[in-house]
């Protein structure tokens, strides 16, 4: 009978199973070099025993972060752009999927089954929108937030462009990429200060957005930073001198008298239309800017810490030095 031949079958196999020595667990590799890494992000401790392998990025910077260093096969989503990608970039970006045009819910975050969450702005760790980096440790992902968006700590400048860059680098296993990127980024900065002439810093208004209120650039972010190794002086780094970002008043534009007005150009409102809006405004007919048409323009992905900052001062400081209306 058939179970017959299966139970004898099985008898005879019996032995030769119990005689068969366990298996040996597969013994560990050594670590990665360069792990484990602790490192302190923001106020949050993390030790990392290896690279992440599934990663979303939120924010245009933290993205070009990534992809500069050459870590687009680690990640596994993307969100929220303000600009388009550089063109370096653009190859490496389509490859990875877009959970959502601006942030995704928690829910499609988790879908993507990430071990690791990179945020450019601290609005992508929103609490009230159930990102927040604290909910993340739970379900077992690690994260990292820009560092211009700490909560506590000092004006953001280029240095902080660089510790972002190496501590990225380290944390994903390529700290040599890391310190290319940074070296090349040093000699920009290096010819930049060398074309830049002696003449007292030219006043600089930053126009973000706004009708009733300027939004603006603040003394805290990596922005006033820029102005500044571009040979400008931000107008309203004091004012806002905790903020990367803040509103002003138009009459203060006006008392600040800035000689040159940098649009940011990302969004819905072209910078023409910006540039419409400033020259049409009686309030500011007086402003030396815009009675002698000097606008310099750069996007606004430009203006955060990211891989774009010190071309950016380059390109600012020749707008500045040119001097002609655009």
């Given at each position: 009978m058939p179970w017959r031949r299966a139970a004898l079958a099985a008898a005879l196999l019996f032995p030769l199973a119990a005689c068969t020595?366990?298996?040996k667990p597969e013994p560990k590799g050594a670590p990665a070099p360069g792990f484990p890494y602790t490192v302190t992000n923001c106020g949050v401790t993390t030790t990392y025993t290896a690279p992440p392998e599934r990663v979303v990025t939120m924010n245009q910077h933290a993205t070009e972060v990534m992809l500069e260093l050459g870590l687009a096969k680690s990640l596994v989503g993307t969100a929220y752009l303000d600009d388009t990608v550089l063109p370096k970039y653009?190859?490496?970006?389509?490859?990875?999927?877009?959970?959502?045009?601006?942030?995704?819910?928690?829910?499609?975050?988790?879908?993507?089954?990430?071990?690791h969450v990179y945020g450019g702005y601290a609005s992508a760790f929103a609490a009230n929108e159930g990102r927040a980096r604290?909910?993340?440790?739970?379900?077992?992902?690690?994260?990292?937030l820009n560092v211009e968006n700490c909560p506590k700590g000092a004006a953001t400048t280029?240095?902080?462009v660089y510790q972002e860059v190496r501590e990225v680098g380290r944390t994903f296993g390529v700290p040599d990429r890391a310190e290319t990127w940074i070296r090349s980024a040093e000699a920009t900065s290096a010819r930049t200060r060398a074309a830049?002439?002696?003449?007292?810093?030219?006043?600089?208004?930053?126009?973000?957005?706004?009708?009733?209120?300027?939004?603006t650039v603040g003394g805290k972010g990596v922005g006033n930073d820029i102005v500044t190794r571009?040979?400008?002086?931000?107008?309203?780094?004091?004012?806002?001198k905790d903020k990367s970002f803040g509103d002003a008043?138009?009459?203060?534009?006006?008392?600040?008298?800035p000689e040159t007005i940098l649009i940011l150009d990302y969004g819905g409102t072209s910078v023409d239309a910006k540039k419409k809006?400033?020259?049409?405004?009686?309030?500011?007919?007086?402003?030396?800017?815009i009675k002698n048409n000097r606008f310099a323009v750069l996007p606004l992905s430009d203006m955060v810490t990211g891989v774009r900052a010190p071309d950016a001062v380059a390109r600012l400081a020749a707008q500045l030095r040119a001097g002609e209306g655009q």
């Open positions: 020595a366990p298996a653009a190859a490496a970006y389509r490859s990875v999927p877009v959970l959502a045009d601006a942030y995704p819910s928690y829910e499609k975050l988790l879908s993507a089954n990430p071990d604290e909910t993340l440790a739970k379900s077992g992902i690690t994260s990292r280029m240095d902080d830049r002439r002696s003449a007292a810093p030219l006043p600089v208004f930053v126009y973000d957005s706004g009708d009733k209120t300027a939004f571009a040979g400008g002086r931000n107008v309203f780094a004091d004012d806002l008043a138009w009459e203060n534009v006006v008392a600040r008298a809006r400033l020259r049409d405004d009686p309030a500011l007919a007086s402003v030396p800017a």
